[in-house]
């Protein structure tokens, strides 16, 4: 089982803010082991996504912007019979993305 499917049986992180935070990471992350100048920029970016995103939506977690416990199998039939994965997920990523193309600038 990959990262990704265990970080979602979590109900943990949104998978648009996922993306977002390894976007981050992948621009201004390390390059070498001791350039911590490069976690010094990743945290503070980081910080202002979640900030800008918690402004936006409240939450960061799945589970919380769902409003259901994405850890397990019923919380996941929830939110898909709710239509959440179609309704209000594409504005989360929508919203990531806008976030991230401001905090990469």
């Known amino acids: ?6 970080i979602r ?3 943990s992180e949104c998978g648009a803010i996922t993306g977002a935070y390894m976007v981050i990471g992948m621009k201004h992350g390390k390059t070498a082991e001791s350039d911590s ?4 920029e990743t945290f503070k970016r980081l910080a202002e996504f979640n900030k800008q995103f918690k402004a ?4 960061l977690t799945c589970s ?4 259901t416990d994405m850890g397990t199998p019923e919380g ?3 939110a898909a019979g709710k239509g959440y994965f179609t309704s209000r997920c594409p ?8 976030i991230l193309e401001k905090v990469l600038a």
Do not use: P, W
């Open 56 to 59: 936006r939506h409240k939450y």
């Open 37 to 40: 100048r490069a976690d010094n």
């Open 64 to 67: 919380e912007l769902l409003e």
């Open 1 to 6: 089982m990959n990262l990704f499917a265990i």
């Open 76 to 78: 996941v039939k929830s």
């Open 9 to 11: 049986m979590k109900g």
């Open 91 to 98: 504005g989360y990523v929508k919203t990531a993305a806008e």
